[in-house]
């Protein structure tokens, strides 16, 4: 067995201290009402990669480990709370390996909740020392956009006209915009330059965007175990992606038609038929590119920072990105 | 006709200001989906009690007036926030005049519209200059401890043996800790003493219990018209209040008969019944007594200010509380 690289071994380390810090609220025990799905929503199977990016761009400073622990604790939560709010939205059933909020209760539970973790997340994000003011406000601008990108995601699902652009710049707001800003907090706690710091939380924004391009790939190319959820659902669901809008932008009458004759196949088939449709037109091909161009234009971001600096932020990218591409 | 005395013109002038500082947020048109809803949830014919509360208090200390706005608008979206989610709990359908958001949309965009305008509130009171770690840190406890106060309201439902004790700590959390952080923010921003600013919030928490207590009383003494919503409502609906809790407390048994006995009256009847009921029993004297003695607690709160600083906020009392018992 080959030894554990000290990177591996980091992320393990951040990952303990952020279950631990998550155990260690001592939130009180009532009202249950509130404080019992709070726990539960806080729970599961989390990767906690929010928490480990604000330590690790955190730590390429040598900011303080208290103020990290009190931000990381705060991203994750607020993570947490719009998941819980969005598998509402969304009639999601399952999350983190349990049963979403809402389903486990009901909808006034989980929106309550929800709210209660947001809550909480701004008390620990109030508890930074260094650069409090800074911290606090791009906390909530970035779940402003939060907000909006979640809006975006509503108002296109009602619209089959979304351009590529449209689309990233949705995915930006509401998946790559906390990943910025979970860089931009380590770089704010650890008295960074405005610059770097817009550096960082472009970082984050682009490899967020740059995630999701490949998850959408991965929905037609991988293999189902690899990807431990049922592939094709997006298909079924008509969910709209990358693949899906530059084929419609490629050619909009030929993929109406190519949608409308593959709808009564059955899953296998259907998934069979777009992935060859995506290959032949070079759909695919495009969309790795530009996977690749978001994976480029994020190591850029870090252009200012020393080596040294750059290190754990880059191998973070390789984490979050998955190989099989 | 009477000249409008100073402190009327005050409050009309404070109301004013929260007006234009509201349409003055200058809130982007896109996304439609979040902002339209924002907006509308803003608006409608509100009191703007709360912001008052904020400024009249901040101005007993010569505080900084542009720091008291964006204390008083965040309290007002706070307060709107927590009623936009409210009603979709209570299933209410109108709210200040007009369809309640999850009406005038859906569950989904009144979530999300909800959650929006609690960002704002954070960008808002994040504006202010002094204290500004004192006042986000009471901000956001106050917020759980609504949290808290609403979780209480959802359980209590489900249960019939609550105490008045339990019912007025679930007031205080829900109504009166709001505006008990209201009288407290403008002692924060006014740079007062830790003891003063508590009895501030205490004046606020006892003002808003002896409210609910008020309102408990004229829902079954009021006239109609002079209450301005359908009177009877709580009985309708089974509503616990002071009185139907006081009632229970006093007789159980002959409580639970009495209920069971006028339940298939028209409302006009039933409503005469309860008031004959709460008048006969001494349930009524007892519950304005109750009320006098949470109005006396609010007054003594203050006793550390002087009678200058302390005026103001005894008008304010008076404009709340309202007269007709």
Same mark, same amino acid.
């Given at each position: 067995m080959a030894a554990t690289d000290p990177f591996t071994a980091e992320i393990a380390n951040i990952r303990q201290q952020v279950e631990e810090g998550l155990r260690q609220l001592d939130l009180p025990a009532r009202p249950q009402y509130l404080y019992e799905p709070v726990r539960y929503g806080l729970g599961g199977t989390a990767k906690r990669l929010r928490p480990v990016l604000v330590t690790l761009a955190g730590r390429s400073f040598d900011a303080d480990e208290s103020d990290l622990l009190n931000a990381a604790l705060a991203v994750e939560i607020l993570h947490n709370f719009t998941l819980v709010h969005d598998d509402i939205m969304d009639g999601d059933d399952q999350r983190h390996g349990q049963a979403s909020v809402h389903r486990r209760w009901d909808v006034s539970t989980a929106i309550l909740a929800g709210v209660g973790m947001f809550t909480l997340s701004q008390l620990l994000i109030g508890k930074v020392l260094t650069n409090p003011v800074d911290c606090w406000t791009r906390f909530n601008q970035a779940t402003m956009e939060i907000c909006e990108g979640q809006a975006y995601d509503k108002q296109f699902e009602q619209s089959d006209e979304i351009s590529l652009d449209d689309y990233l710049a949705m995915v930006g707001k509401k998946t790559g915009n906390l990943l910025g800003l979970c860089a931009e907090l380590g770089g704010i706690i650890g008295e960074q330059s405005n610059e770097i710091c817009a550096g960082l939380y472009r970082f984050g924004l682009l490899l967020g965007q740059a995630f999701q391009i490949q998850d959408d790939i991965l929905e037609i190319t991988a293999d189902a175990t690899a990807m431990g959820k049922s592939l094709g659902s997006d298909i079924a669901a008509g969910k709209q992606t990358v693949l899906t809008i530059a084929a419609r932008e490629r050619n909009p009458g030929e993929w109406q038609v190519f949608c409308r004759e593959n709808v009564k196949l059955n899953p296998v088939d259907t998934r069979k038929a777009y992935y060859d449709y995506y290959q032949l037109t070079g759909v695919l091909q495009h969309s790795r590119q530009l996977a690749d161009e978001y994976i480029e234009k994020a190591r850029q971001a +870090?252009?200012? +920072?020393t080596d040294d600096q750059r290190r754990r932020l880059l191998n973070f990218a390789d984490l979050v990105l998955t190989r099989k591409k």
């Amino acid at each position: 067995m080959a030894a554990t690289d000290p990177f591996t071994a980091e992320i393990a380390n951040i990952r303990q201290q952020v279950e631990e810090g998550l155990r260690q609220l001592d939130l009180p025990a009532r009202p249950q009402y509130l404080y019992e799905p709070v726990r539960y929503g806080l729970g599961g199977t989390a990767k906690r990669l929010r928490p480990v990016l604000v330590t690790l761009a955190g730590r390429s400073f040598d900011a303080d480990e208290s103020d990290l622990l009190n931000a990381a604790l705060a991203v994750e939560i607020l993570h947490n709370f719009t998941l819980v709010h969005d598998d509402i939205m969304d009639g999601d059933d399952q999350r983190h390996g349990q049963a979403s909020v809402h389903r486990r209760w009901d909808v006034s539970t989980a929106i309550l909740a929800g709210v209660g973790m947001f809550t909480l997340s701004q008390l620990l994000i109030g508890k930074v020392l260094t650069n409090p003011v800074d911290c606090w406000t791009r906390f909530n601008q970035a779940t402003m956009e939060i907000c909006e990108g979640q809006a975006y995601d509503k108002q296109f699902e009602q619209s089959d006209e979304i351009s590529l652009d449209d689309y990233l710049a949705m995915v930006g707001k509401k998946t790559g915009n906390l990943l910025g800003l979970c860089a931009e907090l380590g770089g704010i706690i650890g008295e960074q330059s405005n610059e770097i710091c817009a550096g960082l939380y472009r970082f984050g924004l682009l490899l967020g965007q740059a995630f999701q391009i490949q998850d959408d790939i991965l929905e037609i190319t991988a293999d189902a175990t690899a990807m431990g959820k049922s592939l094709g659902s997006d298909i079924a669901a008509g969910k709209q992606t990358v693949l899906t809008i530059a084929a419609r932008e490629r050619n909009p009458g030929e993929w109406q038609v190519f949608c409308r004759e593959n709808v009564k196949l059955n899953p296998v088939d259907t998934r069979k038929a777009y992935y060859d449709y995506y290959q032949l037109t070079g759909v695919l091909q495009h969309s790795r590119q530009l996977a690749d161009e978001y994976i480029e234009k994020a190591r850029q971001a +870090l252009s200012e +920072l020393t080596d040294d600096q750059r290190r754990r932020l880059l191998n973070f990218a390789d984490l979050v990105l998955t190989r099989k591409k």
